[in-house]
């Protein structure tokens, strides 16, 4: 069955670098995503990469996918307090509408 | 354009009374998805809706719970004799068939 794993918790400062990590594990995922959660709200698009590419760059935001290893990387440059919330990785299977979603990644940044 | 809008933000209600939420997608989204998630969790999905017609149903999705999309706009979920189990944040996300999906800000349900 589909399963997407994601760390807990990452802390860093401001003005570091962020990187969080997801893997999964259905090999016929088309499209993987990030979303944002800050606390009470919804779910915010962050990004997404179609499964025949290998990096995706948004300004402050690069995805990178290694689909071998079914790796889904997203790392955020220059990290603001603002940035401080709950990043999900969610993956969606071919002929099916529903994304998977990861755990979730506390990201704490620290001034 | 205001996005996904969710009504109520938040309800309580007493165990075994029945609740209706209500999501109003994006304008021309013709496809909109309603999922849960619990404390800790990421969403889990529900339904999906295609215009009106609704055309997946997660197992989550038991006989105490049936959503519609009457006129494939509007579309409400409603919860019948409500356990403390049903409580979580209820999320509703819509599509323009395209690969982004949007998400609301949720309906918090808390069953006492």
């Known amino acids: 069955g589909e399963d997407v794993e994601q760390s807990l918790f990452l802390s860093v400062r401001e003005g570091d670098s962020s990187v969080i990590n997801c893997t999964y594990t259905d090999s016929s995922s088309t499209y993987l995503y990030w979303y944002k959660q800050e606390p009470g709200a919804g779910l915010q698009l962050l990004t997404y990469i179609f499964s025949n590419m290998d990096m995706k760059q948004d300004q402050r935001l690069t995805v990178l996918l290694n689909k071998k290893d079914k790796h889904l990387s997203l790392r955020i440059a220059d990290t603001q307090t603002g940035d401080s919330a709950i990043y999900f990785c969610?993956?969606?299977?071919?002929?099916?509408?529903?994304?998977?979603f990861g755990t979730g990644t506390r990201l704490l940044v620290s001034p | 354009d205001t996005g996904v809008s969710q009504d109520p933000r938040h309800k309580i209600t007493k165990r075994g009374q029945n609740v209706t939420f209500r999501c109003d997608p994006i304008?021309?989204?013709?496809?909109l998805y309603w999922y849960r998630q619990t404390l800790g969790q990421g969403p889990e999905f529900l339904t999906y809706?295609?215009?009106?017609?609704?055309?997946?149903k997660s197992r989550l999705l038991s006989d105490r719970f049936s959503a519609e999309r009457p006129k494939g706009s509007f579309s409400t979920l409603e919860i019948q004799r409500t356990e403390q189990g049903d409580s979580a944040m209820y999320l509703c996300?819509?599509?323009?068939?395209?690969?982004?999906?949007?998400f609301g800000q949720g309906t918090r349900l808390t069953v006492v």
């Open positions: 969610a993956e969606k299977d071919t002929g099916f509408q529903k994304l998977v």
């Open positions: 304008s021309e989204h013709n496809r």
């Open positions: 809706f295609q215009n009106e017609a609704q055309l997946e």
């Open positions: 996300a819509s599509s323009l068939g395209r690969p982004e999906a949007f």
